[in-house]
């Protein structure tokens, strides 16, 4: 899955997102910028249940960002909301649960937490922006 018991980070190099302070449960999220096979966009990495997760920060429903200002998660902190049109997702799976995408799925970046900081691992066609 995408906590850091899942990848031995000695052998899969990863990007430094940020500290692992950075992320609180249910707090923003860090975003970062990626290219993909559909252009520039970003990634977004957060928090959830003590647990690092990170996603294409591409709405399921109408492929725009899904956060405002940074902020993924609804009010009530337990779950990933479409700033643009409401569509809720599951923190911990992606998993589209609310709104027109309904059982659509956000794109999994695989990440690692270890030595104080976040990590993620590109695979695919998604990878990190050279002119970040």
């Avoid at 990848?7 to 860090?30: E, K, Y």
């Avoid at 998660?73 to 799976?93: K, S």
């Avoid at 993620?120 to 050279?130: A, E, L």
């Amino acid at each position: 899955m995408q906590d850091s018991s899942a990848l031995d980070a000695t052998t899969a190099p990863g990007v430094r997102v940020c500290a692992s302070s950075d992320l609180v449960n249910g707090g923003l999220g860090v975003k970062v910028p990626v290219a993909d096979g559909a252009g520039q966009t970003t990634a977004f990495f957060l928090r959830y249940q003590d647990h690092v997760h990170g996603y294409l920060n591409r709405c399921a429903h109408v492929g725009v960002e899904l956060d405002w200002e940074g902020s993924f998660f609804t009010r009530a902190g337990d779950l990933i909301m479409c700033a643009r049109h409401g569509a809720t997702y599951q923190p911990d799976t992606g998993l589209c649960v609310g709104g027109p995408c309904k059982n659509g799925r956000l794109t999994v970046l695989t990440v690692s937490e270890h030595d104080g900081a976040v990590y993620w691992h590109p695979s695919g066609k998604i990878v990190p922006r050279n002119d970040a």
